[in-house]
Nanobody, 122 residues
Framework: QLHLVETGGGSVQPGASLRLSCVATESGVTLDYSAIGWFRQAPGKERQAVSCIDYHGDSTAYVDSRFTTSRDNFKNTGYLQISNLKPEDTAIYYC????????????????WGQGTQDTVSS
């Protein structure tokens, strides 16, 4: 299991953008053959798949087009860019890693980060 660390969360106003990062911190580890998924969980709601990028670099947005993923394999890092943030985007955002292909299912990933809080309010 990898140790994943998410950063980039914070408190922003509606309409702002955020870029979250997910880095695998162990030395000698590569994410080259991994899909990097992003999930979120809002208070009182079920965990939801947000977006994912597979090992080819093809990304899929599960919520809407405001969520885009990218990756930098040299840095062992995945990114989630969220534009035009809305109050309903307030949640803890998690990244997760699994081999090769994306999935919308949390349990199909093999490593998960601890999450980063995003709060959107005016």
């Amino acid at each position: 299991q990898l140790h994943l660390v998410e950063t980039g969360g914070g408190s922003v106003q509606p309409g702002a953008s955020l870029r979250l990062s997910c880095v695998a911190t162990e030395s000698g580890v590569t994410l080259d053959y991994s899909a990097i998924g992003w999930f979120r969980q809002a208070p009182g709601k079920e965990r939801q798949a947000v977006s994912c990028i597979d090992y080819h670099g093809d990304s899929t947005a599960y919520v809407d087009s405001r969520f885009t993923t990218s990756r930098d394999n040299f840095k062992n890092t995945g990114y989630l860019q969220i534009s035009n943030l809305k109050p309903e985007d307030t949640a803890i955002y998690y990244c997760a890693v699994r081999n090769f292909e994306c999935s919308k299912t949390w349990a199909r990933f093999r490593s998960w980060g601890q999450g980063t809080q995003d709060t959107v309010s005016s």
